[in-house]
């Protein structure tokens, strides 16, 4: 097997890409020595019902449609472009057929050189926890990706966090039916604290208890870039409905969080007087800025009032990221969030930390998670009693009208369908009055149901 991947490594490096899919895998393919290689075809435009009585099929068409029926049980990658040109592909599909070492390492060769890949989906490939690693490697090289389904590949280990980290660059994230329990779900609720580029993720279909989302809500604390959450067909109950629904109200910092917002405060107070002290002097001068931040503080009014102007100017330049910030998010709440390679990367969210906050018995409250505005937690096992505490939180976040952060308008869409909740319930009525009536993720939220049923 050494000697299969060596061989691939040898002839990926004398071959050089051209970004034509068709004429790169299976060049790769033959390199590496692989028999048996899938075939690169057009993913077939969805088919809609004629109105009118469709003509008599002609002997051709009857035996494409019966190759497009049966071609599915071959393995094949199927593509999908932004135009008619083929280096235009914007989305590779890899459906059914085990991916081994060898095929991973011909596709690392290949998709980087997409240049308009965005989107990559992996279903009942037989992904293992070994080739994790080398597979977020390899989606790290290609600069434009930023939906990754990763669906039917359950792995015997926790691993799927790793592709969350605070380094990550994708958008969309769905790992539905994985077998993805508490355990893996804690580490996913640590990725989601750090992580700044996720805008939806979903865990459909798998095996997460009140446990595992009471971990996700803890993620979703010092979250502000996640739009939507889906933990459809899972085992949430009361205890996890009542976890997520704390941290979309206010809630307390800990004692950790306190320390770090102090740090961070400590920070944004300081760095503008060192940047102002480093301008004002003399590049032939040495020393710390210590010593020119002293005299400031022992000297009266006077000293003060000339800094005034200069620490308001060193101020105003934070303004611009966050309203940047809030362009971005409203931008992607019009369903319009083609991200292409060219586009700008959106400007970093403030720390969560650094939010406007009150005291209250001694404890620092944050106002909570306002950037969550989709979760589904439909066909699970939430009563009326997780329901109450859901009708809480967003009875809260509509008396505060005018959220602190601009483009945090709080959840608009929760889907509690298939729940132990009797239809009859007033408190399904009330929270069905506060919830708008068109939904901007409806659209999303409707593919997605069409995949559970399909599923």
């Known amino acids: 097997m050494r000697s299969v991947g060596r061989k691939a490594e040898q002839g990926a490096e004398e071959y050089q890409c051209t970004g034509l899919l068709e004429q790169d895998f299976p060049e790769l393919c033959a390199r590496a020595g692989i028999a048996g290689v899938p075939k690169v075809t057009l993913r077939p435009a969805a088919s809609f019902p004629a109105d009118e009585e469709p003509a008599q099929p002609t002997l051709t068409e009857v035996l494409a449609r019966i190759e497009r029926k049966y071609g599915r049980f071959q393995p094949c990658i ?104 508490d355990a893996a779900a804690r580490l996913i609720g640590q990725s989601l604290s750090s992580n700044r580029s996720l805008l939806s993720l979903v865990l459909s279909f798998n095996h997460i208890s009140d446990l595992g989302a009471g971990c996700l809500a803890t993620g979703l604390r010092l979250n502000r870039s996640l739009l939507s959450l889906s933990l459809a067909n899972n085992d949430v109950g009361d205890a996890g409905a009542a976890r997520l629904a704390e941290v979309l109200g206010p809630f307390a910092l800990t004692d950790a969080e306190v320390v770090e917002r102090r740090r961070l405060l400590l920070a944004e107070v300081l760095t503008p007087k060192e940047t102002e002290g480093q301008s004002e002097r003399p590049s032939n001068l040495r020393g710390s800025a210590a010593p020119d931040k002293l005299p400031a503080a022992k000297f009266g009014k006077t000293p003060a009032k000339k800094k005034e102007p200069l620490q308001k100017e060193a101020r105003q330049p934070k303004k611009p990221p966050e309203l940047r910030a809030a362009r971005g998010r409203d931008a992607k709440l019009s369903g319009q969030e083609k991200l292409s390679p060219e586009a700008p990367d959106p400007a970093e969210p403030p720390n969560p930390l650094l939010e406007e906050a009150r005291e209250h018995q001694g404890s620092v409250v944050l106002p909570g998670n306002r950037a969550l505005l989709n979760l589904n937690l439909s066909r699970n096992r939430v009563t009326e009693r997780g329901l109450g505490a859901f009708l809480a939180a967003l009875e809260g976040q509509r008396r505060e009208k005018k959220p602190k952060v601009p483009g945090q308008q709080g959840l608009l869409c929760l889907s509690l369908e298939k729940n132990r909740i009797p239809p009859t319930s007033p408190a399904l009525a009330r929270l069905q009055e506060l919830l708008p009536p068109q939904d901007p993720l409806a659209k999303a939220q409707g593919q997605e149901e069409e995949q559970e049923s399909g599923a």
């Open 78 to 181: 199927q593509v999908e472009r932004e135009q008619e040109e083929p280096r235009s592909v914007r989305a590779v599909f890899l459906r059914g057929w085990k991916i081994e070492e060898e095929m991973l390492g011909v596709l690392g060769q290949c998709l980087p050189a997409l240049a308009s890949l965005q989107a990559v989906h992996l279903w009942k490939v037989g992904l293992t926890e070994r080739l994790l690693p080398a597979l977020a490697a390899l989606l790290a090289r290609c600069p434009g990706l930023r939906t990754l389904s990763l669906e039917g590949n359950p792995l015997p280990e926790p691993a799927f966090h790793t592709l969350m980290g605070s380094d990550s660059t994708l958008a969309h994230l769905s790992l539905r039916n994985n077998g993805i329990g």
